[in-house]
């Protein structure tokens, strides 16, 4: 098979780590297996060469290829520009476009990481949970929205949070059929006590558990969810929340794992096309400098072959590479411990080359 991929690197760290997820992919290709990469810009490098964090071209691409391996975008040189025309309305544009509702967000702890994160080992050593965020709904994309003056004379900012019945239904189906292949357990996170839209996510989660009695559904409140997951993240299996509770637990979950330079993650549709990217950012403090850590990215490549092309030895093979780099010891700034060796982007990219 030859895939066609669409590799949009978008700005800070992304060109670095992006290449070396594409040199991994071009390291596995053998007579059944090829990669037809096509590299377009996105984001504030999107802005630069056409004044569209989307350009055109680089949509067509993405519709014209089986999935995307995306970089990251943003950068201080952006922000000043107006919301239409900034880096990450390239990234909610794709979403959007492509009807990317679920996004997978895995955070597992390799052992040899336990003691890089910031929590006790004991505490999160063996961790294995799935955070599905629903990715194309809520106050992200709800209507009205917006700045403006009201009758006092002071400006008034609004944002809309809204869930229909369909789009909270999908979310929970790909909920439950993912944890039938984990632990079969489903905690919906919302915050029902104060908001109507997430009282009708309740109420729709709890119908759609009724075709997966052999799983076990719990509730909880974001605020209790954030507690747990520092207290005792060992507790969950699968996490399901839109959109804004899940931006923010997610980051707070990378962090159980050592480094949020560590997590990849899917943005999948439901013909199973997708968007792979790792959950970090941009970080334009360490571009260009050679030292952000690849293997979020490089994950993200293999959760492409095994969600949207069904190539699963392949995706094996690269997370058995990764993990046998961290076996070596090899360590990028953001996963070492005070006292370790160091290797930049580049030699983290070999290193799992060569163990490929
Ligand atoms: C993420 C990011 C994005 C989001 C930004 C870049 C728009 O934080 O993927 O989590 O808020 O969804
Ligand atoms: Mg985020």
Redesign the pocket.
């Given at each position: 098979m030859t895939y066609k991929i669409a590799v949009l690197p978008g700005d800070g760290i992304g060109p670095e780590i992006t290449a070396q997820a594409v040199r991994v992919l071009k390291a596995i290709e053998s007579s059944a297996l090829r990669f037809e990469m096509t590299t377009a810009p996105v984001g504030g490098a999107g802005f630069d060469a056409a004044q569209d964090p989307l350009p055109a071209q680089t949509l067509a691409i993405c519709e014209a290829s089986q999935a995307i391996l995306f970089g990251?975008?943003?950068g201080p040189q952006y922000d000043a520009l107006p919301r239409a025309q900034r880096?990450?309305q390239g990234?909610?544009r794709l979403?959007k476009h492509f009807d990317l509702f679920a996004?997978l967000r895995p955070a597992t702890v390799f052992p040899e990481l336990a003691h890089a994160s910031t929590l006790k080992a004991e505490v999160v050593a063996g961790l294995d949970i799935l955070i599905l965020?629903e990715?194309t709904g809520d106050i992200?994309f709800g209507q009205p929205r917006g700045i403006r003056q009201i009758e006092s004379g002071e400006r008034e900012g609004f944002d809309t949070m809204r869930y229909t019945e369909s789009e909270i239904k999908r979310i929970g189906h790909s909920a439950f059929q993912a944890a039938r292949k984990r632990n079969k357990r489903v905690c919906s996170v919302d915050k029902a006590n104060v908001l109507e839209t997430t009282q009708l996510w309740r109420d729709v989660m709890t119908e759609v558990h009724q075709d997966y009695q052999d799983v076990a559904l719990s509730h909880m409140y974001v605020d209790n969810a954030a507690m747990q997951l520092v207290r005792n993240p060992k507790q969950f299996d699968v996490i399901v929340t839109g959109?804004m509770f899940?931006?923010i637990l997610?980051?707070e979950a990378s962090m159980l794992t050592g480094s949020i330079g560590m997590l990849p993650?899917a943005s999948i549709n439901a013909r199973g096309f997708g968007l792979y990217?790792p959950?970090h950012?941009s970080a334009p403090d360490i571009a260009g400098r050679g030292v952000a850590n690849p293997l979020a990215t490089i994950l993200s490549s293999a959760m492409m072959l095994r969600y949207s092309l069904n190539e699963i030895a392949a995706a094996d093979r690269i997370e058995a590479a990764v993990r046998s780099v961290l076996a070596k010891g090899l360590r990028t700034a953001d996963i070492a411990m005070p006292g370790e060796a160091v290797i930049g982007t580049q030699a983290m990219g070999n290193a799992v080359v060569a163990a490929l």
């Open positions: 990251s975008v943003g880096p990450e990234l909610l979403r996004n965020r990715l992200y959109n899940g931006d997610s980051d993650s990217e959950i950012g």
